[in-house]
């Protein structure tokens, strides 16, 4: 598992305490085959907001179309763009996370206690190695890479076919936020099927989905210890994921599609900054995903 510093200094929290409320800034690349080598767009961002206990984790998708200001970085000057550029004009990789995660924490106010940019051609892997997940398709959608259809009803998937599935959004109802619901859906799985496995109890099979992970994972803990970080996480309890619709709706301007926030984003970021975001799902329902 790779160790960088995948956090700007002004979206980093000054210091770390795992007793106290934490977030961290999930970021998944879309690497596909046959792409162009020159898009380094991120395709899934997410905040994961862990309250203080380590009880529950709030899961907040952030719409990679989302209209915000994107600081200026080498070679880019800085401006309005979509959201998931911000890791495209930073140059991908490290440069790109540090980019997106200054973009967000100047959008939310957030300071984040660590980073992980995931590799989600690699996270097929991971899948493979659990013996593949159970997720429940909801809507029939055909992919528009692999031509496969999903029906509706919960199945086992490899790791190809989970990605492959919830990289879709065109044909559902909701288009992209059914998309960041999948993706939320396909997290809640892996770690559901990691406690089925009792991998503890076979060193042959922990050792290969560490590997996996490994190969999968950049991470960015913020001084942590990540031995210490793994074992404050392994309390979390599977079932007590929350998956949150960031509050915003879709506008076209000059033309282009985007997503822009609207006024329960911002308390929705005032909650995260104030550790109040159980209160808020529970006042918010309509954005909260049952996964």
């Given at each position: 598992?790779?160790?960088?510093?995948?956090?700007?200094?002004?979206?980093?929290?000054?210091?770390?305490?795992?007793?106290?409320?934490l977030?961290?800034?999930?970021?998944?690349?879309?690497?596909?085959?046959?792409?162009?080598?020159?898009?380094?767009r991120?395709?899934?961002?997410?905040?994961?907001?862990?309250?203080a206990?380590?009880?529950?984790?709030?899961l907040?998708?952030?719409?990679r179309?989302?209209?915000v200001?994107?600081?200026?970085?080498?070679?880019?000057?800085?401006?309005?763009?979509?959201v998931?550029a911000?890791?495209?004009?930073?140059g991908?990789?490290?440069?790109?996370?540090?980019?997106?995660?200054?973009?967000?924490?100047r959008?939310?106010?957030?300071?984040?206690?660590?980073?992980a940019?995931?590799?989600?051609s690699?996270?097929?892997?991971?899948?493979?190695?659990?013996?593949?997940?159970?997720?429940?398709?909801?809507?029939?959608?055909?992919?528009?890479?692999?031509?496969?259809?999903?029906?509706?009803?919960?199945?086992?998937?490899?790791?190809?076919?989970t990605?492959?599935?919830?990289?879709?959004?065109?044909?559902?109802?909701?288009?992209?936020?059914?998309?960041?619901?999948?993706?939320?859906?396909?997290?809640?799985?892996?770690?559901?099927?990691?406690?089925e496995?009792?991998?503890?109890g076979?060193?042959?099979?922990?050792?290969?989905?560490?590997?996996?992970?490994?190969?999968?994972?950049?991470?960015?803990?913020?001084?942590?210890?990540?031995?210490?970080?793994?074992?404050?996480?392994?309390?979390?309890?599977?079932?007590?994921?929350?998956?949150?619709?960031?509050?915003?709706?879709?506008?076209?301007?000059?033309?282009?599609?985007?997503?822009?926030?609207?006024?329960?984003?911002?308390?929705?970021?005032?909650a995260?900054?104030?550790?109040?975001?159980?209160?808020?799902?529970?006042?918010?329902?309509?954005?909260?995903?049952?996964?």
């Amino acid at each position: 598992m790779a160790k960088e510093q995948l956090l700007d200094p002004s979206a980093r929290k000054k210091r770390t305490q795992l007793d106290e409320p934490l977030n961290y800034l999930l970021i998944g690349s879309d690497h596909r085959p046959g792409a162009n080598p020159d898009d380094q767009r991120s395709d899934t961002i997410l905040i994961v907001h862990v309250p203080a206990g380590m009880r529950q984790a709030y899961l907040i998708s952030v719409p990679r179309d989302l209209l915000v200001a994107i600081p200026a970085a080498p070679g880019f000057p800085g401006g309005q763009d979509k959201v998931n550029a911000a890791y495209e004009h930073g140059g991908g990789g490290t440069g790109g996370a540090r980019l997106l995660s200054a973009t967000l924490t100047r959008l939310t106010g957030v300071r984040f206690d660590g980073a992980a940019l995931v590799d989600f051609s690699g996270f097929t892997r991971v899948i493979d190695q659990l013996g593949g997940i159970r997720m429940c398709v909801d809507t029939p959608v055909r992919s528009i890479h692999t031509r496969t259809r999903f029906e509706p009803g919960c199945q086992q998937m490899d790791g190809a076919r989970t990605l492959d599935y919830v990289r879709q959004r065109y044909d559902l109802p909701n288009g992209d936020y059914d998309r960041q619901r999948h993706q939320q859906q396909m997290l809640r799985a892996v770690l559901d099927r990691a406690g089925e496995t009792h991998l503890r109890g076979d060193p042959v099979k922990l050792d290969r989905v560490l590997r996996a992970v490994g190969g999968a994972l950049t991470v960015d803990t913020n001084g942590v210890p990540l031995d210490e970080l793994v074992f404050a996480l392994r309390a979390l309890p599977a079932d007590a994921l929350r998956g949150v619709r960031l509050p915003s709706y879709p506008q076209t301007i000059d033309g282009v599609s985007y997503v822009v926030l609207d006024t329960g984003g911002g308390d929705l970021f005032t909650a995260v900054r104030n550790a109040r975001v159980p209160a808020w799902a529970d006042a918010n329902p309509r954005w909260v995903n049952r996964l």
